[in-house]
């Protein structure tokens, strides 16, 4: 379940705080499994450890993540999964445990989603195929890349219905929480969540800043964050909260700056959203933010209530000099334009000859803003070959994968709606 039944977003009791000492030698899949049992207190160790291996196998290096060190910072990989994006990552174990419990529990569900291009082709191809499960993934028609439509539309899977909406990501998100807020509909077609506002998902996200730190040898690093939905950064967050040694999170955005005004003026009002070099950012409501509130607010669920609802009306939350001093304890934050992205990615290349996704170049160039000694990680959240426009633009060969390259010889299957909640659950009613 992603949203409670009263429409807020799930968040466990208290937050445990690991050995830190006991984590640092052991391997990703081990590291992932002391972190889960934390959490998944409901779950044998035994079927636990079955899942964090069932769900990591396919990932194209032995340790899931890959930590690069360019001298002047590192660059943690995270894109070695069946989609090239971070959210594989998540998504690999979160498809495979939905499967264990529908079957423990005999049930069938229908995962409903929107996405702004990255989380539903991953999403998709965590579930294509699985036992029990019906996915219907929302994007908006003709405003996400050619290769993550191919992505989410071929995979010749029985299971999965994309359907393409006539308008933005955020009407897209809407027409989910509204579907998700009707109660009768919910509970009787059993329905799901995959992108970021399932609390499994971001929990299987602060592996890789556990793992990386312990990687690089540092007593205390940044980590700089590509975000536009706050489920990666907020992974980091938590992480910090479970005792973490991170001095700051660099929370990097492109124009769609909404996260990097709520950090340095306290400003978190939407705008229009811009088309981008970087779509999975271009988003204008942060989902996650709200799970961030919670602790702002030191866990008062009555204050985040409010602010949740001043937000759906007014589009906009205002922050005093002193909230906003209270989220720089844990947050720098900077916007990248598209011009700084390119830049960044030539520069990059040139100088390490390392090509880096349009995502990842925000982060990276936040990063090198922050004038600290004290190390730092970038996540590179997407393999680059999956933009490659990007660098036609910059006169950079681009680069190729072979696992995109199959996708392009398969049949494209997906279904155009109008952006209207009762024709979306008219659609869903009728492939069940």
Request: hydrophobic share 40%.
């Amino acid at each position: 379940m992603g949203l409670a039944d009263d429409g807020g977003l799930i968040l466990p009791e208290f937050i445990p705080k690991p050995d830190l000492s006991k984590l640092k030698t052991l391997s990703y899949r081990e590291l992932a499994f002391e972190i889960f049992k934390l959490f998944m207190t409901d779950i044998p160790e035994k079927d636990l450890k079955e899942l964090i291996e069932k769900s990591y196998k396919n990932f194209d290096t032995e340790e899931v993540v890959n930590l690069v060190d360019l001298k002047d910072f590192y660059i943690l990989e995270l894109f070695y999964g069946p989609t090239l994006s971070f959210k594989d990552i998540a998504l690999q174990f979160l498809g495979n445990l939905f499967e264990y419990i529908l079957k423990e529990e005999n049930k069938k569900m229908n995962v409903l989603g929107a996405t702004s291009g990255d989380t539903g082709s991953a999403a998709i191809w965590a579930l294509k195929d699985k036992e029990n499960i019906k996915v219907f993934i929302l994007y908006p028609y003709q405003r996400i890349s050619q290769l993550q439509e191919l992505q989410m539309t071929a995979t010749e899977s029985g299971n999965i219905y994309p359907i393409a909406v006539k308008g933005t990501f955020d009407d897209c998100q809407q027409i989910v929480k509204d579907l998700f807020s009707d109660l009768e509909f919910k509970a009787k077609y059993n329905l799901g969540a995959v992108n970021s506002i399932n609390f499994a998902r971001i929990l299987a996200q602060t592996v890789y800043y556990f793992y990386s730190y312990f990687k690089s040898g540092k007593k205390e690093v940044y980590f700089s964050v590509p975000t536009g939905n706050f489920g990666n950064i907020f992974a980091g967050y938590l992480a910090k909260r479970m005792g973490l040694p991170i001095k700051k999170l660099i929370l990097a955005t492109n124009e769609n700056d909404i996260l990097a005004r709520f950090i340095n003026s306290g400003d978190y009002s939407v705008r229009e959203v811009i088309k981008t070099i970087s779509p999975a950012m271009d988003i204008q409501v942060a989902s996650n933010f709200e799970r961030y509130l919670y602790y702002f607010y030191d866990e008062d669920p009555e204050i985040v209530r409010k602010k949740m609802e001043e937000f759906k009306e007014k589009k906009a939350l205002r922050f005093s000099e002193l909230e906003v001093k209270k989220a720089q304890e844990d947050f720098i934050s900077f916007s990248v334009s598209q011009k700084e992205a390119l830049e960044i990615i030539k520069e990059i290349y040139e100088k390490y000859n390392y090509l880096i996704c349009p995502h990842t170049a925000c982060g990276i160039k936040a990063l090198l803003k922050v004038e600290d000694e004290t190390s730092k990680i970038s996540l590179a959240t997407a393999h680059p070959a999956k933009f490659p426009q990007v660098y036609e633009k910059i006169g950079i060969k681009k680069p190729l994968s072979e696992k995109i390259e199959i996708l392009k010889k398969r049949e494209k299957k997906f279904y155009i709606l109008e952006a209207d909640t009762p024709k979306i659950k008219e659609f869903i009613i009728s492939k069940n």
